[in-house]
């Protein structure tokens, strides 16, 4: 079959499309948040001027660089209304005359990683392979349809004499909205020379001169992210341990702990996954000594474990009756307490007994006004207030917030004044009466004002990026949450957006 390449602006005129593009483009930095009261949703990016047909947030931008990391030019990318596809305005600099490809890459890192032709270490290579959706494992041309051939295909870019270049094209099989075909969060890598559109995998167009993240364009509550390696991650519960600053993040597939130290830009291995008593890693807790403590999830167990040796101290199992899923941890004075998922318990730890320490069963939930649902996460993110006075928990399933009474064990509904937190997964406290949900499928921070006696709530704001993806939980660090992108919607298909990693938002100001 003969494919005709699609129109593309020539150089003049798409530097002229490019600077329309990008004026009123600010540069991504700290999100200057509304004050607390006001409910708002931060748009994750601003339209240009003279582009008014596009959707709000619908635009997004490239900074790109060269292996050595200086500025190798830009570009801008804006949703076509009636989806029409992505219009891609780029300009480059600093390259050889001649022809050049470039394409968006799967992943979301411009860093050295394998090439998949070689096994060897190239520049960028941890951009992964073209932009493939539907796995086709065809590189073809630009236009062609996303279920023959690789979505991410683009036209060359002219350099001239001056090392400059420009292009403007529209790729009808790409989104900025979330989905399968969507490109926010993933890179686009300018490669040394011509494609031909014909040879596996990347049109023979060698190395990778030029890459960049593609990012919502304007002011962000992001500021800060930490990555990990591996396909399979899926990281789910994180702990800060606020005497050294350094993080805890767990595997929920794998069970491995991951350590993120402060200022690091990538995660590293803690604690292979089944170490005793754990095969997964959801809820974390440090608590005053230091020590570590993991909640397994449907293993069913909860470990302790030494940060300065990495070895696991002690294991405190469930009685293996029924569905298990212990899910998060919570300390309140020298009781570590721990919510079932599945089951109608709320399970109990006297961490002073030490080697004697035992899972209780503390209180049984069918004697309170909770009512466990079948076959859905129930109780999930847990905290306690600041003096041991209260438990607050989140079931998922219907988006109720119910407050314990530790001394009483009486158990009370939140008020929420008309709001649900649905899909409610970790709780934060930020604060005596400040308190953040964590809402994993609809991709969202919830700021919500506790009353003093935590037995109403409303929620202030409801804070949106495009680069939350199926978040499970947080923690705080200073002014910032560190939030953990599960992304566990997609085990299963489609694949997730690698690398995964933990993202730094802004408190609101």
């Known amino acids: 079959m003969t494919h005709t390449l699609p129109q593309t602006m020539p150089s003049a005129a798409?530097?002229?499309?490019?600077?329309?593009?990008?004026?009123?483009c600010a540069a991504t930095g700290n999100f200057d948040m509304p004050r607390a009261g006001t409910p708002t949703t931060p748009a994750a990016g601003v339209v240009p001027p003279g582009l008014?047909?596009?959707?709000?947030?619908?635009?997004a931008q490239v900074a790109l660089v060269n292996p050595a990391g200086s500025p190798a030019g830009r570009a801008m990318l804006r949703e076509l209304p009636g989806n029409a596809g992505v219009e891609i305005a780029i300009e480059v600099h600093g390259m050889s005359p001649g022809r050049h490809?470039?394409?968006?890459?799967?992943?979301?890192?411009?860093?050295?990683?394998?090439?998949?032709?070689?096994?060897?270490?190239?520049a960028f290579g941890a951009a992964g392979g073209h932009f493939d959706p539907f796995t086709t494992r065809n590189h073809g041309r630009p236009g062609q349809s996303a279920h023959e051939a690789h979505a991410g295909e683009l036209p060359n870019i002219d350099v001239g004499a001056d090392g400059r270049g420009s292009l403007r094209y529209t790729n009808p099989q790409l989104t900025l909205q979330p989905g399968r075909t969507g490109v926010l969060g993933r890179?686009?890598?300018?490669?040394?020379?011509?494609?031909?559109?014909?040879?596996?995998?990347?049109g023979d167009s060698g190395g990778r001169i030029a890459c960049g993240m593609i990012e919502p364009a304007g002011p962000s509550m992001v500021t800060g992210r930490v990555t990990f390696e591996g396909a399979n991650v899926f990281p789910e519960g994180i702990a800060i341990d606020p005497a050294t600053g350094v993080a805890y993040v767990g595997s929920s597939t794998e069970g491995h702990i991951y350590r993120l130290a402060p200022g690091a830009a990538k995660a590293e291995m803690f604690q292979s996954g089944g170490s005793p008593g754990r095969q997964a890693a959801y809820g974390m807790e440090v608590d005053p000594q230091g020590r570590l403590w993991v909640a397994s999830g449907p293993n069913d167990a909860v470990a302790l474990i030494d940060p300065k040796t990495a070895a696991t101290l002690q294991v405190m199992e469930g009685p293996k009756d029924g569905h298990a899923f212990l899910n998060d941890l919570a300390l309140a004075g020298p009781f570590l307490y721990v919510t079932d998922?599945?089951?109608p318990t709320l399970w109990r730890i006297d961490t002073r007994q030490g080697p004697a320490?035992?899972?209780?069963?503390w209180l049984d939930l069918r004697g309170t006004p909770i009512r466990y649902e079948p076959n859905q996460i129930n109780l999930n993110g847990i905290v306690a207030s600041p003096d041991g006075r209260w438990l607050l928990?989140?079931?998922?399933s219907t988006g109720q917030l119910w407050r314990i009474d530790p001394a009483t064990r009486a158990v009370t509904q939140v008020r929420l004044d008309g709001f649900d937190l649905k899909h409610g997964d970790g709780l934060v406290l930020a604060g005596p009466t400040d308190l953040y949900v964590v809402r994993n499928a609809t991709h969202e921070l919830d700021r919500v004002a506790l009353s003093p006696e935590w037995d109403s709530a409303r929620v202030l704001q409801r804070l949106h990026d495009p680069r939350l993806k199926y978040p499970t939980t947080a923690a705080l660090a200073g002014s910032a949450l560190w939030v953990v992108n599960g992304q566990t919607d997609k085990q299963k298909a489609p694949p997730p957006l690698l690398p995964f990693d933990v993202l730094r938002v802004a408190l609101p100001r």
């Open 14 to 24: 798409a530097a002229a499309a490019l600077a329309l593009l990008l004026s009123g």
């Open 52 to 59: 008014a047909a596009a959707a709000e947030g619908a635009t």
């Open 101 to 122: 490809g470039f394409h968006i890459h799967a992943h979301g890192a411009c860093a050295p990683g394998p090439d998949a032709a070689t096994g060897q270490i190239v």
């Open 187 to 202: 890179t686009l890598v300018v490669h040394e020379k011509e494609d031909d559109y014909a040879s596996d995998p990347a």
């Open 341 to 343: 998922s599945f089951r």
């Open 357 to 361: 320490a035992r899972l209780e069963p």
């Open 393 to 396: 928990s989140v079931q998922q």
